[in-house]
């Protein structure tokens, strides 16, 4: 049974942790996130988006998370990513996930509360919980592109967290999606931060926060990649981030360059090996590598 998302971060909340949100995509993805969480005794959320859900279905993804809640003994989640298609919201809801984001932030402030409002209505009725966004966030990945950053204002967000009964808010403070986050120094908006947090009671999220691990990049370039200009957000701003009342941090970017990291590497060094499960093996080890760096820094390992 998947844990509740809304529980789990309002926890996090109120210790001032972050609860580490990692997309998957295959089996190797789960097994090294969720052995990662295991080692460390930290609650995890498991997230799909719609382009993970095009690439493998929605079955195939819900079963290896479900085999994954109900092996282990930590708290796991399952949630969809940037729900925008209002089917696949619909089904989300339908099969038994934990939580749905309904991702409307490019609509007007109208639509978006509006399409908000229809989601939480229509999860609620299930105790699914519902995620949204205000603001929207830079780059791409995935599905989910933006030309520029547009900040979350704090007198809206409060206005749309009161009109549409959301359970948590995605911010938009400086972070951008993908592994070429910001051109220059990386700056996150610390005292936009801090005002949304006082007029917003709700736990609060941020997307696209990875930090695009500087010896992990070198492993991918070493054999063969072409990630020069990629850059993540440090550390220190995420520690800041969190100390300022970010509850979910959601990663993608950091665990898709370790498995093309370490794939890259197991085809180099055995030419003649055709076996996928040794090409795959190594990916699924410098996942848990990554995840557990992650969800350390985020200060949930020991939280359950």
């Known amino acids: 049974m998947f844990a509740d998302t809304k529980k789990m971060l309002l926890r996090a909340q109120k210790g001032k942790y972050a609860i580490a949100h990692f997309n998957i995509n ?69 099969l038994g996930y934990s939580s749905i984001m309904i991702d409307a932030s490019r609509e007007k402030f109208e639509t978006n509360v509006r399409l ?18 205000l603001g929207t966030i830079g780059g791409a990945e995935d599905s989910v592109s933006a030309r520029k950053i547009i900040y979350t204002d704090p007198a809206k967000a409060r206005e749309f967290v009161e009109k549409t009964g959301c359970d948590f808010l995605a911010v938009a403070i400086g972070t951008s999606h993908g592994a070429y986050k910001f051109a220059g120094k990386a700056a996150l908006r610390q005292d936009l931060l801090k005002q949304i947090r006082k007029k917003v009671s709700v736990p609060l999220v941020l997307h696209g926060a990875s930090g695009v691990s500087s010896s992990v990049v070198k492993i991918a370039e070493k054999y063969g990649a072409d990630l020069s200009g990629v850059r993540g957000v440090p550390d220190l701003q995420i520690k800041t981030a969190i100390r300022n009342g970010i509850a979910k941090i959601n990663i993608d970017t950091d665990i898709r360059i370790a498995f093309d990291a370490a794939v890259r590497q197991a085809l180099y060094s055995e030419p003649k090996n055709f076996d996928p499960r040794q090409m795959l093996a190594p990916a699924r080890d410098l996942i848990w590598k990554v995840a557990e760096q992650r969800i350390k820094l985020f200060g949930s390992a020991g939280k359950w």
């Open 26 to 94: 295959n089996m190797e993805m789960v097994q090294g996130v969720v052995a990662a969480a295991e080692k460390l005794r930290s609650p995890v959320i498991l997230a799909t988006s719609e382009g993970a859900l095009a690439y493998a279905g929605m079955n195939y993804l819900y079963a290896l998370a479900e085999t994954a809640a109900e092996e282990k003994k930590i708290p796991i989640a399952l949630h969809l990513d940037h729900g925008k298609d209002l089917k696949i919201i619909r089904q989300a809801i339908r």
């Open 116 to 133: 908000t409002r229809w989601a939480v209505t229509l999860a609620h009725r299930k105790g699914v919980a519902v995620e949204a966004e």
